[in-house]
């Protein structure tokens, strides 16, 4: 790990800690299911509007919760966490994932079926961002624990760079556009496809 990846991390980390209700859910989420990670759009959000100077605001906010389990069938640790989540956190919206299930009900923009996956960073090294593809967790030593594929650079300097590994480059921009991500955080920059760095 590079010392720009270790100031990446620690500023991350320290803006998770010194955000109360967000650090709050990531301590009951370990007690709750140790193997799941807070992940996607509110870690994303939190770090784009800090270098905005803004606070993002939990508030009805959608809170992505992955974690994977190839031994689950019937969906019973998704709705357990999920209805847990929700009485603790009402004002929060819940969407609990078990990325070992994915291949069960996600289809590629042609309707075909993707391959199970095999792991939390597999699941992410799909995501249609880079800065989207990143997941958090307490471990057992009380410790925060990261997954991000990518890197944190995209994250941090505000890069939209679509990741081709799973849907198109309209896909990617389409969606971009519908969240208004460009109006609320101004300083996001689109990354041509075509330009190549290192993450």
């Known amino acids: 790990m590079t010392?720009?990846?270790?100031?990446?991390?620690?500023?991350?980390?320290?803006?998770?800690?010194?955000?109360?209700e967000l650090y709050a859910m990531i301590k009951q989420l370990a007690r709750i299911e140790p193997r799941a990670y807070l992940s996607a759009g509110v870690i994303r959000n939190t770090v784009w509007a800090f270098l905005h100077g803004q606070t993002f605001d939990l508030k009805d906010s959608e809170i992505d919760v992955i974690y994977y389990d190839g031994q689950e069938r019937n969906n019973d640790v998704q709705q357990r966490v999920k209805q847990t989540l929700e009485d603790l956190f009402p004002q929060q919206q819940w969407d609990v994932v078990n990325q070992a299930l994915v291949h069960t009900w996600y289809r590629r923009e042609n309707g075909e079926q993707i391959q199970p996956l095999a792991s939390i960073e597999h699941a992410l090294s799909l995501w249609p961002e880079t800065a989207t593809a990143i997941a958090l967790r307490l471990n057992s030593s009380g410790e925060?624990?990261?997954?991000?594929?990518?890197?944190?650079?995209?994250?941090?300097?505000?890069?939209?760079?679509?990741?081709?590994?799973?849907?198109?480059?309209?896909?990617?921009?389409?969606?971009?556009?519908?969240?208004?991500?460009?109006q609320q955080w101004p300083k996001l920059k689109w990354v041509d496809p075509m330009e190549t760095h290192d993450a």
């Open 3 to 20: 010392l720009y990846q270790i100031h990446h991390r620690k500023i991350l980390f320290d803006l998770i800690l010194n955000t109360p």
């Open 144 to 182: 925060l624990e990261l997954i991000a594929p990518f890197g944190l650079q995209d994250l941090f300097e505000l890069r939209l760079c679509w990741n081709p590994a799973l849907v198109s480059y309209t896909t990617f921009k389409n969606r971009v556009e519908s969240k208004k991500w460009l």
